[in-house]
Every structure is written in structure tokens, then in C-alpha cells.
């Protein structure tokens, strides 16, 4: 994996307290594509527990696996007793075990394109289903967003992560369902979008930024400026949207 891919373990507080975790609708919309009981699942970097948590909660056996101690460290703190975890990437997995459900939330970016597809096909059980989920948060206010895009300009360019297919924004469908649409070892891809919006306060919204992989690369004295320079021009509080952009599919039946 990348230095980036791994550069959440030194904040890995800072990431559970200040990521948003994920609504009771998004289970909702995995298990009525699944049109059957989801018993187990696989979660592909589960971080510091999110989604870990939604479907654990809900009685599912999870085995949540995550590269980064720190980060496996603070899941540990939180998951119920029906959650095995595992430090391990994705591609340290061997085929064994199969699943009724593999999933990532805001992970599977980090995961390399080799074999990609074939390793996800081989943990699923027959017309298993693969869940990804994640998106952007972004301030809501236009005229905001602008005024912190200009204060971060001049240490940092773009805080955002392309796709790493290369799909424009404005594409309908948009990675990884490209890719899943393409593969051959799986059908029925959907593409679904919950709409969310929050409200933070500006110190909060700073704390979320400093999870962010975009800046986790900067030098540590340049990393604050960048945040002095936010800090700045935000308003006490601000509206966030963060969309969950749900991509299913289901893995063909041999």
C-alpha cells in the first residue's frame, strides 16, 4: 500500500472522533439489494470501526480488516463481540473463507487495481454481494468553499482524491461501479446516492480536514499554517454536504 494509504494510523483518535459515521439507511439499502439474511461479511480497511459498528450492531458477523495497528487499535475499542479483526491489506488476504458480503467504506481507493476484482469475487459466496460506499464532504456554501479553497492555495492545491479510474465527475455511473460494470465476474451494478447534510462547528471541521489524506501529507509546520489560514476565514459554524454514494453489485454465480 501507499505511504498515503497508511497515513491515518498517527491520527487515529482524531479519526473516530471526527468522521462522520453512516445512517441506519445505509444498511437499509445493502440488505434490500441482498433480497436475502446477510450473516457474514468481510470489510476491507475498516479503519477505526464506522461502518464496522452499523453492521455489527444489526447481527451480522463481521471480520473487519485493517492494515494500520493505531487504526485497528481505536476499532478495538468500540466493535461487539460478533466482530473478528485482522491486521492485514487487502491483497495479504488468501482465498479461504467465503462471505455472504464484502464491503469497503471510503477504502477501497487505496486498494491496488491488480487483481482487484477476482480477489473480492473469491470471498464471496455464490451471488454474494459487494457493497462500496463513501464521498466527499464538502461545505455547502458556495461562497465559503471558496473562501477556504483560497486560504489553502497556497500550501496545498486540492484536498480531494481522483478517481482512480480516471471517470470524470459528471459521469452517471462513477468508479468503482465503471470498473464492476466491466468485470466479468460480476452483475446487476447499481449505483445509489443517499443525500446528507450536517452541521460542525468551524473547530470541528478543522479536526475533520486534519484526517484527511491530502493534508497528512504536508510537513507538520506546513500543516498548521494550512489550518491557521482555514481557521481564519470560516464562520463559527458551517453546513457540510456528505453524500454516501453507494455502488452494489452481485458476484456471478459459477
Given at each position: 500500500?501507499?505511504?498515503?494509504?497508511?497515513?491515518?494510523?498517527?491520527?487515529?483518535?482524531?479519526y473516530?472522533?471526527?468522521?462522520?459515521?453512516?445512517?441506519?439507511e445505509?444498511l437499509?439499502?445493502?440488505?434490500?439489494?441482498?433480497?436475502?439474511?446477510?450473516?457474514?461479511?468481510?470489510?476491507?480497511?475498516?479503519?477505526?470501526?464506522?461502518?464496522?459498528?452499523?453492521?455489527?450492531?444489526?447481527?451480522?458477523?463481521?471480520?473487519?480488516?485493517?492494515?494500520?495497528?493505531?487504526?485497528?487499535?481505536?476499532?478495538?475499542k468500540?466493535?461487539?463481540?460478533?466482530?473478528?479483526?485482522?491486521?492485514?491489506?487487502?491483497?495479504?488476504?488468501?482465498?479461504g473463507?467465503?462471505?455472504?458480503?464484502?464491503?469497503a467504506?471510503?477504502a477501497?481507493?487505496?486498494?491496488?487495481?491488480?487483481?482487484?476484482w477476482?480477489?473480492?469475487?473469491?470471498?464471496l459466496?455464490?451471488?454474494?454481494?459487494?457493497?462500496?460506499?463513501?464521498?466527499?464532504?464538502?461545505?455547502?456554501?458556495?461562497?465559503?468553499?471558496?473562501?477556504?479553497?483560497?486560504?489553502r492555495?497556497?500550501?496545498?492545491?486540492?484536498?480531494?482524491?481522483?478517481?482512480?479510474?480516471?471517470?470524470?465527475p459528471?459521469?452517471?455511473?462513477?468508479w468503482?461501479?465503471?470498473?464492476?460494470?466491466?468485470?466479468?465476474l460480476?452483475?446487476?451494478?447499481?449505483?445509489?446516492?443517499?443525500?446528507?447534510?450536517?452541521?460542525?462547528?468551524?473547530?470541528?471541521?478543522?479536526?475533520?480536514?486534519?484526517?484527511?489524506?491530502?493534508?497528512l501529507?504536508?510537513?507538520?509546520?506546513?500543516?498548521?499554517q494550512?489550518?491557521?489560514?482555514i481557521?481564519?476565514v470560516?464562520?463559527?459554524?458551517?453546513?457540510?454536504?456528505?453524500d454516501?454514494?453507494?455502488?452494489?453489485?452481485?458476484r456471478?454465480?459459477?
Amino acid at each position: 500500500m501507499s505511504a498515503r494509504a497508511l497515513s491515518f494510523g498517527a491520527i487515529a483518535e482524531a479519526y473516530e472522533r471526527f468522521r462522520p459515521g453512516y445512517p441506519a439507511e445505509l444498511l437499509d439499502s445493502v440488505m434490500t439489494y441482498a433480497g436475502r439474511p446477510v450473516r457474514t461479511a468481510l470489510e476491507i480497511g475498516a479503519g477505526t470501526g464506522k461502518a464496522t459498528r452499523l453492521f455489527a450492531e444489526h447481527g451480522v458477523m463481521v471480520t473487519a480488516t485493517e492494515p494500520d495497528a493505531a487504526m485497528l487499535a481505536e476499532l478495538n475499542k468500540t466493535v461487539p463481540a460478533n466482530v473478528t479483526t485482522v491486521r492485514a491489506a487487502f491483497e495479504d488476504l488468501r482465498p479461504g473463507e467465503t462471505y455472504g458480503l464484502v464491503y469497503a467504506a471510503a477504502a477501497l481507493h487505496w486498494t491496488r487495481p491488480e487483481g482487484r476484482w477476482s480477489r473480492v469475487a473469491a470471498l464471496l459466496e455464490p451471488e454474494g454481494v459487494f457493497a462500496s460506499f463513501g464521498g466527499p464532504v464538502q461545505l455547502a456554501d458556495p461562497a465559503v468553499e471558496e473562501s477556504v479553497r483560497a486560504a489553502r492555495a497556497p500550501f496545498l492545491e486540492s484536498d480531494e482524491v481522483p478517481s482512480p479510474d480516471g471517470t470524470a465527475p459528471g459521469e452517471e455511473m462513477q468508479w468503482p461501479g465503471t470498473e464492476l460494470q466491466r468485470s466479468p465476474l460480476f452483475l446487476d451494478v447499481q449505483q445509489a446516492v443517499i443525500k446528507r447534510r450536517l452541521t460542525m462547528n468551524a473547530p470541528d471541521y478543522v479536526g475533520y480536514l486534519s484526517t484527511v489524506s491530502a493534508y497528512l501529507q504536508l510537513p507538520r509546520s506546513r500543516r498548521r499554517q494550512t489550518y491557521d489560514a482555514i481557521t481564519r476565514v470560516l464562520p463559527e459554524t458551517v453546513e457540510i454536504a456528505a453524500d454516501i454514494i453507494v455502488h452494489l453489485a452481485r458476484r456471478r454465480a459459477e
